[in-house]
């Protein structure tokens, strides 16, 4: 194998090759199969239901107030978004018929 000093003298540092050059080598280590993982026991539909319902219970709920507002902010941005696509829909739409019929 042709190498020069610098690059000789990196592998040995690596411990991939001897004082001479020669290759060193390297045992593998045998790959082992993965161990199978033991599976969890499964959670009873009443033991869910119940855990379902304590974290429910420490959910931060909007007040009725806060839902009316978001609701009304909401449906304001639906209504002005909807008005912006729409005007810009007419206005291509325009803008094509009056370059095509020029």
Same mark, same amino acid.
């Given at each position: 194998?042709?190498?020069?000093?610098?690059? #000789?003298?990196?592998?040995?540092?690596?411990?991939?090759?001897?004082?001479?050059?020669?290759?060193?080598?390297?045992?593998?280590?045998?790959?082992?199969?993965?161990?199978?993982?033991?599976?969890?026991?499964?959670? #009873?539909?009443?033991?869910?239901?119940?855990?379902?319902?304590?974290?429910?219970? #420490?959910?931060?709920?909007?007040?009725? %107030?806060?839902?009316?507002?978001? %609701?009304?902010?909401?449906?304001?941005?639906?209504?002005?978004?909807?008005?912006?696509?729409?005007?810009?829909?007419?206005?291509?739409?325009?803008?094509?018929?009056?370059?095509?019929?020029?």
């Amino acid at each position: 194998m042709a190498m020069n000093r610098e690059q #000789k003298r990196m592998m040995q540092r690596q411990g991939q090759v001897d004082a001479e050059g020669a290759p060193v080598a390297q045992r593998r280590q045998p790959q082992r199969p993965p161990q199978k993982q033991q599976k969890e026991e499964r959670t #009873k539909p009443a033991q869910f239901l119940r855990e379902v319902r304590a974290e429910l219970r #420490k959910v931060a709920w909007p007040t009725r %107030s806060e839902v009316i507002n978001y %609701s009304i902010i909401t449906l304001v941005a639906i209504v002005v978004m909807t008005a912006f696509v729409a005007l810009l829909d007419w206005g291509f739409g325009e803008g094509i018929l009056w370059i095509i019929d020029r």
